[in-house]
């Protein structure tokens, strides 16, 4: 498509570092700055309503997780085709999807979401922040579609969460974690949120560290202005939590945050 090949143009390089950001950011002007305004925002504003409500009622008939899944990969699936980022996956063959690893994913963009629908080849659930249930439609469909609700202000409220998390990855479904807790607001990893890693060490499943690349350039905080560019999800190696109890959670977490961020650097 024309905006991707706009795109590739303007990048010359996909990289993390932030001067190659500075200097990729130089090429979007007004152009593409009322190309996100007035098409790529209503659209995904369209798609979150449109699917949004239509799938409260179907999701009453038949598995009701599986069909909220369907739902949701397939508008994440119309944004990724909106916005024109193409997207490179490395290293999904390291991974054995039929078991239910926890994916540790650096988080930098609220694009991120569709990123992980569309490119994870598999049922799952993620662990997101109380406050999203605020939010008309995406706070109902995360209530309705068996996520974990986090509330990281009073973590005593979110033991039934828990509980349901651990059961959920005992019986086999898989679960997306963003250890740092929010969004970057530099683009920069940060630090791993203690207990971040509780769940896969309560279930003893292994971790696989998930590097998302582009998206903080994509569409950072603060802003509705999506520029098309390429993207990439780096998949690494499973770690395992064998032997790791809570004691040493903190040195779980530090070898989780370094392979997350080696995948992230890595050129």
Same mark, same amino acid.
């Given at each position: ?14 990289? &993390? &570092? ?56 397939f ?7 909106t ?22 994913v650096?988080?930098? &963009?609220?694009?991120?979401?569709p990123?992980l ?26 209530n ?21 998390a ?56 603060n ?15 499973p770690?395992?939590t ?6 040493n959670?903190e ?17």
């Amino acid at each position: 498509m024309d905006n991707a090949v706009e795109a590739a143009e303007a990048t010359p390089r996909l990289t &993390s &570092s932030r001067p190659a950001t500075a200097a990729v950011s130089r090429h979007y002007g007004w152009p593409s700055r009322l190309r996100s305004y007035l098409i790529f925002d209503p659209l995904i504003w369209m798609y979150t309503v449109v699917l949004g409500i239509v799938s409260i009622p179907v999701s009453l008939f038949g598995n009701q997780g599986r069909i909220l899944h369907g739902f949701a990969r397939f508008w994440s699936w119309l944004i990724m085709k909106t916005i024109a980022s193409p997207t490179k996956v490395i290293g999904m063959e390291k991974v054995d999807t039929s078991k239910p690893y926890v994916y540790a994913v650096n988080h930098a &963009s609220a694009l991120d979401i569709p990123v992980l629908y569309v490119y994870l080849p598999f049922e799952f659930r993620i662990a997101f922040k109380k406050e999203l249930l605020s939010y008309p439609i995406v706070g109902w469909h995360l209530n309705r579609s068996g996520q974990i609700c986090v509330d990281q202000q009073n973590p005593s409220r979110s033991i039934g969460s828990i509980r349901a998390a651990l059961k959920s990855l005992k019986s086999g479904m898989p679960l997306v974690i963003f250890p740092e807790g929010g969004r970057t607001p530099d683009g920069e990893i940060k630090p791993f949120l203690p207990g971040a890693l509780f769940l896969a060490i309560k279930a003893q499943v292994d971790i696989v560290p998930v590097a998302l690349v582009g998206t903080f350039d994509l569409l950072p905080m603060n802003t509705y202005h999506i520029k098309c560019r390429p993207l990439e999800m780096r998949v690494g190696q499973p770690i395992s939590t064998a032997g790791y109890t809570l004691r040493n959670m903190e040195a779980l977490s530090d070898r989780v945050h370094k392979a997350v961020e080696d995948l992230y650097k890595r050129g």
